[in-house]
């Protein structure tokens, strides 16, 4: 059974890079039947898709964060990571990482890991 | 804000029905399947429902899912005071190019 880790700075400066990386176990990271998504949701609020990727490079973006928004692929390591720039508290959030299958199916998430961002 | 709307928050006494709405748009559930996620205080979702009404594997079949037209519904039967959690809808939107979620329903049982 797939499992997947979040990690990551809990805490960010306003205007700096929020950097988080998801280690997945259990199954090849380059496994056809999966894409691998990051989800986030701020204190007390509903769930955000941030976006996925495909084992091979190919990502899929929410418009909405796409100017600050880098998702990439670390084959070697079984691992996949977020980079999300210049950073506000309105990015404050629980952060997930989950595998993504066609229609929006995930199955397996992380644990989460909180970010705040604040000087 | 999100495309796809859910009541705030349901409610029922044990072994009562419950059922959640999520309304969307012919860009969304109009043209793209449904899942439904359950998150229960302080962990991270559960997917509880995917293409629309069928469970995962350990899913109780207390919980079914259904869709129409631009709409869809979770229905929780025979409600147990461990289904207090926070329900999601979500689908992929044609329009938005991006996947989204329901605005959540808080289900108590009283």
């Known amino acids: 059974q797939l499992q997947l880790q979040e990690s990551g700075p809990g805490l960010v400066k306003p205007s700096e890079t929020l950097s988080l990386t998801c280690t997945v176990s259990?199954?090849?990271?380059?496994?056809?039947?999966?894409?691998w998504g990051w989800i986030r949701q701020p204190p007390g609020k509903g769930l955000e898709w941030i976006g996925n990727i495909y084992y091979t490079g190919t990502t899929y973006y929410n418009p909405s964060l796409k100017s600050r928004l880098t998702i990439s692929v670390d084959k070697s390591n079984s691992q996949f990571s977020l980079k999300l720039s210049s950073v506000t508290a309105a990015d404050t959030a629980v952060y997930y990482c989950a595998s993504y299958r066609y229609g929006g199916r995930m199955d397996y998430w992380g644990q989460g890991t909180l970010v705040t961002v604040s000087s | 804000q999100s495309v796809l709307t859910q009541p705030p928050s349901a409610s029922g006494t044990p072994g009562q029905r419950v059922t959640i709405s999520c309304s969307g748009s012919s860009s969304n559930i109009g043209s793209n399947t449904v899942n439904w996620y359950q998150q229960l205080p302080g962990t991270a979702p559960k997917l509880l429902i995917y293409s629309n009404n069928q469970r995962p594997s350990g899913v109780p079949d207390r919980f079914s899912g259904s869709k129409s037209g631009t709409s869809a519904s979770l229905a929780i039967s025979e409600l147990q005071s461990e289904d207090e959690a926070d329900y999601y809808c979500?689908?992929?939107?044609?329009?938005?190019?991006?996947?989204?979620f329901g605005t959540g329903t808080k289900v108590s049982v009283l």
């Open positions: 979500a689908a992929w939107d044609d329009t938005l190019s991006a996947f989204v």
């Open positions: 259990g199954d090849s990271i380059s496994s056809s039947n999966y894409y």
